[in-house]
């Protein structure tokens, strides 16, 4: 269960820095003649890394079901 308890604490942590990450690319100053500035290149990499965290998590507890459907057979 520790995997799945980590798991969870780590999509917490995802989902907190997704909600961060878009509150700060909400502010953002809408400038098109700007081009792209580094401070949304910058979000761009924290949306990225929120969503490959959260793709981890899912694994991990996808592994973690996986593990105690199996430990369950050869017990049950």
């Known amino acids: 269960m520790e995997i799945s308890n980590h798991a969870l604490q780590g999509l917490t942590r995802a989902e907190a820095l997704l909600e961060r990450t878009a509150q700060r690319i909400a502010r953002l100053p809408v400038r098109p003649e700007a081009g792209d500035t580094v401070q949304l290149s910058e979000e761009m990499v924290r ?30």
Request: overall charge positive; hydrophobic content about 40%; aromatic content about 4%.
């Open 47 to 76: 949306l990225l890394e929120a969503r490959t965290l959260h793709r981890a998590n899912i694994k991990s507890l996808q592994t973690a079901d996986e593990l105690t459907r199996e430990t369950l057979k050869l017990f049950g």
